[in-house]
């Protein structure tokens, strides 16, 4: 999809599938204001505390996540979705598995 933009109805969930013990992201568009992936991570799996220095939307399309922002925690469930501010440091870890939707805003 990040090749080549064509209109077209599809399900964002369907696009990537849980693999055990992985993370598995989808690129589906890029440019140079920004991305948008698609992730999928199995039970347990978790990106550690880092920084971005843009702004980003989390948006949860199955499944549930604990997102930690600055050291406080978020709880969402699929359907929700969260912020995450640029240059606050945030990690997640699947609570079961979850399917998101990333939204990276670099302007």
Same mark, same amino acid.
């Given at each position: 999809? %990040?090749? &080549?933009?064509?209109?077209?109805?599809?399900?964002?969930?369907? /696009?990537?599938?849980?693999?055990?013990?992985?993370?598995?992201?989808?690129?589906?568009?890029?440019? %140079?204001?920004?991305?948008?992936?698609?992730? %999928?991570?199995?039970?347990?799996?978790? /990106?550690?505390?880092?920084? &971005?220095?843009?702004?980003?939307?989390?948006?949860?399309?199955?499944?549930?996540?604990?997102?930690?922002?600055?050291?406080?925690?978020?709880?969402?469930?699929?359907?929700?979705?969260?912020?995450?501010?640029?240059?606050?440091?945030?990690?997640?870890?699947?609570?079961?598995?979850?399917?998101?939707?990333?939204?990276?805003?670099?302007?």
């Amino acid at each position: 999809m %990040a090749d &080549t933009i064509l209109a077209q109805v599809f399900s964002i969930g369907d /696009l990537v599938e849980y693999q055990p013990g992985s993370i598995v992201s989808r690129i589906l568009l890029k440019s %140079a204001s920004g991305n948008v992936t698609l992730f %999928a991570f199995d039970q347990g799996q978790e /990106l550690s505390e880092h920084t &971005t220095p843009f702004d980003a939307l989390v948006q949860v399309l199955d499944g549930e996540v604990l997102i930690h922002i600055s050291k406080k925690p978020f709880h969402l469930k699929m359907g929700e979705a969260i912020i995450m501010p640029a240059n606050q440091p945030h990690a997640l870890s699947a609570t079961k598995p979850f399917k998101m939707l990333l939204t990276m805003m670099k302007e």
